[in-house]
């Protein structure tokens, strides 16, 4: 019986019943618990979930600490701070995932408590994760303890110091900024990484010089030293990080093109001249590294980058590796005829940045335009695009409306609602569109619609809706799509019908068609015949065999009476061939107006 209550109280309180967990011996279970308290985000939690920061395996422990710092009642700073105050030595484990909640946190009362932690503490590892957690918080009072970090004689502690580093970049204050400098020569790189980081962080001008010459740095850091000199903005550096662009570390070619780009302006012409100088020598890694930053640069740039893509094929790569700073200026160049397909090839290698400013472009006036915009956005694939691409099915210029259904259906089923609404909107030009998206995304809740479509007023929707049913391929559309064959009054429509009706290529369902072929019209049985002769039909008795043979006959009458009509007319039968129109092309015409 006590076992039924205690069943029940765990039932009651789900939170009792995710603390035992915790004990479960499966690490999925104690996983799942884990990730479930941090969910519920309660201050009872944060003990077991402390406990389980030393679990055994890996999953658990790294989940259990995440799970500490979106527990955010006021109650739990305080548990997670008095575990600070825990100087057992078995409990380090347990401070320094109360430190690392804690930064996470972000919470003020915190601060003193890892203060002391970064002052007191015995192991490194534990100082280190409150120092990133002061950094974290930004609070001043924690500026001075972290100089006297990084004015400590450390010999293996690189760690702390590389956190205290990043924590001073954080905190902003330029108080910081002498100390940052003396990092900046350490003989370790990922200290030397850290306070270039900081440095450019804080942006007093004080660092420009050292970090140029840190640029001759030829460890990773380097990297973070070009990044620091572009968030500085001093064109000091400009020089130096163009020659960067000539290094044959990629990784620092893209640093520096992404420091050239926050220089801004100033880098136009600079950055033209290298790309120039880069294209003359053929060295295709510092051409593309130079259009890199130029797109980086953005607005201020487009009108060279607009003459980069006129005069240099390939460029649209090097400008699309700049990402969402080469929008603008991509989308300045879209307006210039000549170069506005290589324009929005970048755009689209760009990608989902470029999205908001190509739906604009959908509503300009000039139809080309929206034509790229439209074919751009398909490349894309965004599903952000699909109500303005639903709506663009009604465009007026048939291109226009065709690209925009491609796009739809490239996006594929979430477009599939819109789409469907489409079809009953009064402007046959989008049901039109919407049935060719429809088939180019070929989800099966599209049939009952598009069957539909089939009785549309107007023949192109009708042909489009016909077409998407043989793409689709659904067996359910088959009869509907006889009738339309046999009652349809306009060709294509038809045509579109048979198509689909041999896409289909059911001859199990074949029975209406088999009777059509003793339809009064002549038409019908004509198009009739060639659908079941395309379906690889043959007539299943005697009766049918001989109905087969006259309107296969009749088939063959009416064709040679379309071949005479032509030649009478004064057409030749190879008039229309490939070979005869090249020979009409190489034929010179005699100017107008000279015998």
Do not use: C
Not at 432 to 443: F, K, S
Request: charged share 30%; aromatic share 4%.
């Amino acid at each position: 019986m006590a076992k039924d209550e205690r069943s029940r109280e765990r039932s009651a309180d789900p939170t009792a019943k995710l603390l035992s967990d915790l004990e479960a011996p499966l690490w999925w279970v104690r996983l799942n618990a884990v990730n479930a308290l941090g969910e519920i985000g309660d201050a009872s939690a944060v003990e077991p979930l402390l406990e389980a920061a030393l679990d055994h395996d890996d999953q658990v422990r790294e989940a259990a600490v995440r799970a500490l710092h979106r527990v955010r009642d006021p109650q739990a700073v305080e548990t997670l701070a008095g575990t600070l105050r825990d100087s057992h030595e078995k409990a380090a484990f347990r401070r320094n995932a109360a430190a690392f909640a804690l930064g996470k946190i972000g919470d003020r009362r915190a601060v003193e408590p890892l203060i002391a932690v970064l002052v007191d503490e015995f192991y490194t590892f534990v100082r280190a994760t409150a120092a990133r957690a002061l950094g974290e918080i930004g609070d001043e009072r924690a500026l001075e303890p972290l100089l006297q970090v990084l004015q400590e004689d450390h010999i293996l502690y690189d760690e702390l110091v590389r956190e205290a580093a990043r924590a001073l970049g954080w905190i902003g204050d330029r108080r910081a900024v002498e100390a940052l400098l003396t990092a900046l020569a350490s003989t370790d790189w990922t200290v030397r990484e850290a306070a270039a980081t900081a440095l450019g962080n804080i942006g007093d001008l004080r660092a420009v010089e050292p970090l140029v010459g840190a640029l001759r740095d030829d460890m990773p850091a380097r990297y973070e030293v070009a990044r620091a000199l572009g968030r500085l903005g001093d064109v000091r550096a400009g020089e130096p990080l163009l020659r960067a662009l000539r290094d044959k570390d990629p990784k620092f070619r893209r640093a520096a093109a992404e420091a050239i780009g926050m220089l801004g302006a100033p880098m136009v012409e600079p950055t033209r001249a290298v790309l120039q100088n880069a294209v003359e020598s053929d060295r295709t890694a510092t051409t593309l590294s130079a259009l890199e930053a130029l797109g980086r640069i953005g607005r201020p740039a487009a009108e060279a980058i607009a003459l980069v893509l006129r005069d240099l094929p390939g460029a649209t790569h090097g400008l699309s590796e700049a990402g969402a700073p080469a929008v603008d200026p991509l989308m300045l160049a879209l307006r210039d005829k000549t170069v506005r397909e290589a324009a929005g090839y970048a755009l689209a290698k760009i990608g989902a940045p470029a999205v908001e400013p190509l739906l604009e472009a959908l509503k300009d006036d000039e139809s080309e335009l929206r034509r790229v915009a439209v074919e751009t956005l398909r490349s894309i694939g965004d599903s952000r695009a699909i109500e303005p691409l639903v709506a663009t099915l009604g465009d007026e210029d048939p291109e226009i409306r065709s690209a925009a259904a491609g796009a739809l259906g490239q996006i594929g089923s979430p477009g599939l609602e819109p789409l469907l609404a489409a079809l009953e909107r009064q402007d046959p030009r989008a049901r039109e569109g919407a049935a060719q998206a429809l088939g180019t995304i070929r989800d099966a809740r599209a049939v009952e619609p598009l069957m539909s479509g089939l009785q549309d007023d107007d023949p192109k929707v009708r042909e489009e809706a016909a077409r998407a049913l043989g793409r689709i391929g659904d067996k359910r559309a088959f009869d509907r799509l006889v009738k339309a064959l046999i009652e349809d009054g306009s060709y294509p429509a038809r045509q579109a019908a048979a198509g689909a009706l041999v896409r289909i290529g059911d001859l199990q369902l074949a029975g209406p068609l088999q009777r059509a072929l003793a339809h009064e019209k002549a038409r019908v049985r004509r198009e009739v015949a060639q659908v079941l002769e395309q379906l690889g039909w043959t007539p299943p008795d005697d009766t049918y065999a001989q109905l087969w043979n006259t309107v296969r006959s009749e088939v063959s009458e009416h064709g040679d009476e379309i071949a005479r009509s032509k030649i009478g007319a004064g057409a030749t039968p190879a008039s229309g061939s490939k070979r005869e129109k090249r020979r009409r092309r190489r034929t010179p015409r005699k100017p107008k107006g000279r015998a």
